[in-house]
């Protein structure tokens, strides 16, 4: 149904692309997905949340509308007018799958240190997989905290020495990291999440991960599987200052109701909105992945509340945002 509210046309959600998020237990997941952002799963091992994902691992599903019970997956093949991709312009040099994955990340504990490899890396030696190239949006975190991001070692021979001397202590480059915050994580950059950390991450539809140090715990009796060489192989010397990786909280305030770019790389744009009363939100990417990430509201008249996700397809026009939200948001580049 629409009807005229003043000089704007507001529209039915209907062609709005709302998806059912796929859940992780985890032994390092948390309460928190259940207990504040809506998770229709009640448990205090929940880890991941994958609000948009067409990932083989964790395809969300069409939740309403002519393509309910659709995997994300299918509707990209199926629909490919819906994310403006032309069917004639899919040819094979370009991967025909759905570039993207958010999530949210709720971590009780610390999280093993980790590296990606970049797509060319991936494409060899894991089985044409995409690269993984991340990015963090800090929604909770403890006070005074920090993230692993990046290493100390100066050369190549110098970062190959301190993991082989186990000198994690000093390899490991910890930077102070506050809630409101943005981090971009390139391939090859040694990460980390810690204890107490809620994110949401914006990423490539990846999930080649490399383990580089797992603190040395043990689960069942056993330590978790290191993956050294691969690491050496992807891990990039020297590492990119704090200040090329990080955008603090303070930059990033902007007024109320608009649709602000955090960052605006090579796989993605990371947009965020701070939705106060009525908001106006005009479609002009291919399509447009909105995660609410804190408060409750609607969009064109559907409610939505913290947790949820869906996609705002190609041409959609101008989408109707109210209520008090805060609102991450991601398109293709
Ligand atoms: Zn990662």
Redesign the pocket.
């Known amino acids: 149904m629409k009807k005229e509210t003043g000089l704007i046309m507001e529209k039915d959600s209907g062609r709005i692309i709302f998806l059912n998020s796929v859940y992780t237990h985890n032994i390092w997941g948390g309460s928190r997905l259940s207990d504040e952002f809506n998770a229709p799963v009640k448990a205090s091992d929940l880890g991941e949340c994958w609000g948009i994902s067409a990932h083989e691992n964790g395809d969300c599903r069409v939740s309403e509308g002519p393509y309910s019970g659709l995997k994300l997956s299918e509707l990209w093949k199926l629909k490919p007018g819906l994310f403006g991709n032309e069917t004639e312009s899919l040819n094979n040099s370009i991967k025909d799958e759905f570039p993207l994955l958010v999530k949210i990340i709720d971590a009780k504990e610390d999280l093993s240190i980790?590296v990606?490899p970049g797509d060319s890396f991936a494409d060899e030696y894991e089985n044409h997989s995409f690269g993984?190239t991340?990015c963090w949006y800090v929604l909770d975190c403890p006070e005074n905290a920090g993230l692993i991001i990046g290493h100390n070692a100066s050369s190549t021979e110098e970062m190959i020495e301190m993991i082989d001397e186990k000198r994690w202590g000093e390899f490991l480059r910890e930077v102070p990291v506050k809630k409101g915050d943005f981090i971009q994580?390139d391939p090859g950059t040694v990460?980390a999440i810690k204890k107490g950390f809620v994110i949401l991450e914006t990423q490539q539809s990846s999930n080649i991960?490399y383990r580089v140090y797992d603190y040395d715990r043990t689960e069942n009796g056993r330590k978790r599987e290191l993956h050294t060489e691969k690491c050496k192989k992807v891990i990039k010397t020297p590492s990119k200052e704090p200040a090329e990786c990080i955008i603090s909280a303070e930059k990033l305030k902007s007024p109320d109701n608009t649709l602000d770019v955090m960052y605006a790389g090579m796989y993605y744009s990371v947009f965020k909105m701070e939705v106060r009363g009525d908001a106006f939100l005009e479609q002009k990417y291919r399509f447009l992945n909105v995660t609410v990430t804190d408060g409750i509201g609607s969009v064109d008249g559907h409610v939505v509340k913290k947790g949820q996700s869906f996609i705002l397809p190609y041409k959609y026009g101008v989408a109707h945002f109210e209520g008090s939200m805060e609102l991450i948001a991601s398109a293709m580049r």
Do not use: W
Request: hydrophobic letters at 15%; glycine letters at 0%.
């Open positions: 980790q990606h993984k991340e994580i990460h991960t």
